[in-house]
């Protein structure tokens, strides 16, 4: 099957010039790869900044970039098809896993999330980031759309008993993008307006309830969040030192490695969560411009590569991988410079760390498989 | 639920069209909301988070001041800044204080005052604050600890100037001491000068010219790291050490002082008439004011303040003593100067005095009497009844007036702090505090120095110093002149406050001045065994009773316990021509003051005008 798909791929698009063939033939997409080469050497230079010009730790974070461009390429030769059948499967294991984290699941950072598998430890939630909007689009490509009312009961269980799953962690974040994950796919397949609109009054309407249960760290953020100048020093210390260190920055910057915020050591979590602000401060709106752009240029491309899709699971598991994307980026961007609570989400592609980059990779790997396996049609 | 419906893909594939347009519009949005806030943060509030930014990194740090020196009159150095090794902690660096400082202990010793005092600081500071578990390590204890240095993170000796009195004891009460600034002194100093600065003047000179002494303080712009450690200096203001300290005194002389003294306690003071400096202030015994410095341990302490000795108290200017004898010449010069009595005008002294109407006898020290005296031998023999007769005749009123202007009565001003000022009592004194009249008989014994008069060790030498230099008073001064360290710029010098005694004849005083020649040098002088060749020496011995003898008791030195004997006194100037040194010496029951106490001024006298003791 595979010989006869890049059989079809090598007869693809007349004028295209050779290097673009030979990316087509390994299913990459050139403009994708070239912005997320960007981004990735962008943030590349951030983190160095912001790690204390430490090369081991650039080393440490090359290492995982490799691996997980290494795993987007590999998912991008598996034809859609073959992932789209795979959805069930991984869906299943997944929950069984993240029961498995709930039952025999180690202490780690005071919250139960790595499952001990002896050789690595692994996080089940990550796999779901995937799985559920897999699991979504795979359900409902098979129905009429828009959903009817039964169809959109039963996506909706598939994306809030693992994101429930997840908040008992408790991972707020990972709960987030996996929620979002699975609205995303409903949104995309046409859920009514009314619908919508209904569901974001009752999610308004359920904020006390949500309050209730969540737990006191949680509940402190979100005061925080609200009045940061209350605890200086305290909770609020994180977000009134990276609004210090963004506003600081001004226009231009204070210059790459000059970023007294981050490098006096005033900014937690400078190279983690919050290596916005070290950007911010360093290379100031012009710099946060140019990154914003190039988010901006991936998610444009992700969006256009789900419309150009050939079916419907396809259309929808890549539209939700993309908008998952940017609910990362904004979510990150929105907690640092303080328009958000603090939600430990990293900042896609920059923040030092693996886990996260793994599966946004693959994400990636998934939206080239799509747009590079599509059969040509008579145009 | 296998119930299947077509599925009509063009109208899906247009839904997700606009769902996905609809989303890139949403995140479009969203991207403008992130936008605006970063316009905000980075344009709209730039200055003031560039502010924030600047505050949070830029620390201004307090550079104290070099405390200036202190010399005596020869340039010997009395308190001087010495580098001390202190070994410090650092409690955040630390994992397990207890446990390092039990290492610690095992490497030098460490006390529990050391203890004490490193728990009572840690409390006070901030984490990463060092603070001294040990300070004045020797050199020996610095090397150990160097060795071991890698064992102990967070553990490091610092080199600080500590301020050092080389002469120790013997200059303490005139060069006073720094210790550590308390609560109280915080109120009273000015606290942007004292930023950083940690210690005080709290006696002697080192409080009085402690404004001086101590410079302006100078600034640092330091950058921090969130944790407040300084990384970089930005900008820096160096501060202005204190001004040098040179003293009128002379530390050959007050050793020479402490020397001739002996085992007893005392007091001496030297004052140079011409200039009200002070030559030397001795109180013994002194004390350590090294001790003092780095704070004083509690059992040292309780040692000093509980000592019968009371090494702590300076007598010079606080111990005020019954002037006795010592005060005949200024008596007798009153006489004369308030025409009470003639030049050779004779007084019969049968051993006894008797108030007219009272039986009550006033003895003389002598039970067979001198027979007639004027005023000049009734000085040099020291009759007591001639100086009844007087004192009876002038009056407790002139008495007073006359003699205040020779500083008695009220402190000489002089540039210590803690001085008091004996009591020149009066009838105004004595309805006030005693609420009672003044009787006559009361006046005869002020005639003798005896009852309620009392003067400090100071105020004698004073006295002394202003009859020598025909009448001028000049509050004593221990600071000489104040110099930019490195001895640039001029010298500031130390003026004393001047009074004159209004004269009626300057014939007076020089009867009364040969008279007391006559006490060293007459043949029935009472301190003629100090008599010396190589000048001409005035004096008058004292004798301060410390207990009464009753109407019908001999008093016998040799018998009566040393705590109960009386106070030696003498008072003296050099040379009889032109005074250049005026002493008074006040030695502790040392029984009469010719035998005891005239001597060490002799000593003193000998060491200022010959250059030697011998």
């Known amino acids: 099957m595979r010989s006869a798909l890049s059989t079809i791929n090598r007869v693809a698009p007349a004028g295209s010039s050779r290097p673009q063939g030979l990316l087509a033939r390994v299913h990459l997409d050139l403009p994708l790869l070239t912005g997320l080469i960007l981004l990735v050497g962008f943030g590349l230079l951030v983190l160095y900044s912001a790690g204390g010009e430490d090369i081991g730790l650039l080393q440490r974070q090359g290492v995982r970039l490799a691996i997980a461009f290494a795993v987007m390429a590999g998912l991008a030769q598996v034809p859609p098809a073959q992932i789209r059948r795979w959805s069930p499967a991984l869906f299943v294991v997944g929950l069984a896993l993240l029961f498995a984290v709930l039952i025999v699941g180690e202490i780690g950072k005071g919250a139960q999330r790595w499952l001990d598998l002896g050789v690595f430890r692994f996080q089940p939630s990550e796999m779901l980031k995937l799985a559920v909007p897999m699991m979504v689009a795979w359900y409902l490509a098979e129905q009429p759309l828009p959903p009817r009312w039964a169809h959109l009961m039963i996506a909706a269980a598939m994306t809030l008993v693992p994101m429930l799953l997840i908040a008992k962690q408790p991972d707020l974040g990972t709960a987030l993008l996996v929620g979002s994950a699975g609205g995303f796919v409903l949104f995309l397949a046409g859920m009514r307006w009314r619908v919508i609109a209904g569901l974001t009054a009752l999610m308004g309407a359920s904020a006390p309830v949500v309050w209730w249960l969540m737990r006191d760290y949680q509940r402190q953020r979100v005061l925080t969040f609200l009045s940061p100048e209350n605890d200086p020093l305290g909770t609020g210390y994180h977000i009134i030192q990276s609004t210090i260190a963004i506003g600081s920055g001004g226009v231009y910057g204070k210059g790459w490695l000059n970023g007294t915020q981050s490098h006096l050591e005033f900014l937690p979590e400078r190279s983690t969560d919050f290596i916005f602000a070290v950007l911010s401060e360093e290379l100031g709106l012009a710099g946060v411009l140019g990154l914003l752009a190039l988010y901006l240029f991936i998610v444009m491309r992700g969006l256009f590569i789900a419309t150009q899709a050939q079916d419907t699971y396809s259309r929808l598991l890549g539209g939700s991988l993309i908008l998952v994307f940017f609910v990362y980026l904004f979510v990150n961007m929105g907690m640092v410079t303080g328009l958000l609570p603090v939600v430990g989400i990293p900042l896609p592609l920059i923040s030092y760390g693996g886990t996260s980059l793994v599966t946004i990779m693959a994400g990636f790997g998934i939206l080239m498989s799509i747009h590079t396996h599509r059969k040509l049609l008579p145009t | 639920m296998r119930r299947r419906t077509i599925k009509n893909y063009r109208q899906e594939s247009q ?416 309805r006030n505090a005693r609420n009672q009249p003044w009787y006559p008989g009361e006046t005869l014994i002020l005639g003798i120095g005896q009852g309620y008069f009392l003067a400090t060790p100071l105020q004698l030498a004073t006295g002394t110093a202003t009859l020598a230099s025909g009448g001028q008073f000049l509050s004593p001064r221990v600071g000489r002149y104040l110099e930019e360290p490195g001895g640039k710029g001029a010298p500031e010098p130390i003026r004393p406050e001047v009074r004159r005694v209004a004269w009626q004849d300057p014939a007076n005083r020089k009867i009364v001045i040969e008279a007391m020649r006559k006490v060293v040098e007459g043949d029935r002088g009472t301190a003629r065994r100090i008599r010396s060749d190589a000048y001409h020496m005035a004096g008058k011995t004292g004798t301060a009773q410390v207990f009464s003898v009753k109407q019908d008791e001999e008093y016998d030195e040799d018998t009566v316990p040393r705590e109960l004997r009386d106070h030696a006194l003498f008072i003296a100037f050099a040379p009889v021509e032109d005074p250049r040194i005026a002493v008074a010496v006040v030695v502790e029951h040392g029984g009469h003051g010719g035998s005891v106490a005239a001597p060490v001024a002799r000593k003193l006298m000998d060491y200022h005008l010959l250059g030697s003791t011998q």
């Open chain 2, 15 to 430: 839904l997700f069209v606009n769902r996905a347009l609809t989303s890139a519009a949403f995140a479009i949005l969203l991207l403008c909301l992130i936008v605006a806030r970063l316009v905000d943060l980075q344009i709209l509030s730039y200055d003031h988070f560039k502010t924030q930014s600047r505050e949070n990194r830029v620390k201004l740090v307090p550079l104290p001041p070099t405390r200036g020196l202190i010399y005596d009159r020869n340039g010997v150095l009395l308190a001087q800044n010495l580098p001390a090794f202190s070994l410090e902690v650092t409690p955040e660096l630390v994992d397990d204080l207890d446990a390092t400082i039990a290492q610690l202990a095992q490497l030098t010793d460490i006390s529990d005052d050391d203890r004490q005092r490193f728990e009572r600081l840690r409390r006070e500071r901030r984490r990463f604050d060092s603070i001294p578990i040990r300070v004045r390590l020797s050199e020996r204890e610095a090397a150990r600890f160097a060795v071991n240095r890698y064992r102990f993170p967070g553990v490091d000796i610092e080199a600080k100037l500590v301020r050092d009195y080389p002469l120790g004891a013997n200059t303490a009460h005139v060069v006073g001491y720094v210790g550590r600034i308390n609560r109280e002194e915080l109120e009273q100093i000015d606290p942007s000068n004292y930023a950083g600065t940690t210690h005080i003047g709290k006696l002697g000179v080192e409080k009085t010219y402690e404004d001086l002494l101590h410079g302006r303080v100078g600034y640092q712009q330091v950058e921090v790291n969130a944790k407040g450690r300084v990384l970089r200096v930005l900008e820096s203001q160096p501060p202005v050490p204190g001004k040098d300290l040179h003293l009128n005194l002379d530390a050959g002389l007050q050793e020479a002082a402490f020397e001739a003294m002996h085992d007893y306690n005392g007091s001496a003071v030297a004052i140079d008439p011409r200039t009200g400096a002070v030559l030397a202030l001795v109180s013994k015994p002194g004390f350590d004011p090294n001790l003092f410095v780095e704070g004083i341990a509690p059992s040292a302490y309780r040692a000093l303040t509980q000592s019968p000795d009371k090494p702590m108290f300076n007598r010079a200017l606080r111990g005020q003593y019954p002037p006795g004898s010592t005060i005949k010449p200024f008596i007798g010069l009153a006489g004369l100067e308030l025409n009470a009595i003639g030049l050779q005008q004779k007084h019969f002294c049968p051993g006894f005095y008797q108030l007219p109407g009272y039986s009550h006898k006033y003895r003389c020290w002598k039970k067979a009497g001198h027979g007639s005296l004027n005023v000049e031998s009734a000085i040099t023999q020291s009759c007591d009844v001639f100086f009844y007769n007087l004192a009876y005749t002038l009056g407790v009123d002139r008495l007073h007036n006359f003699l205040s202007q020779f500083g008695f009565g009220r402190p000489s001003g002089i540039d210590l702090v803690g001085e008091l000022g004996g009591l020149l009592p009066s009838r105004e004194w004595k």
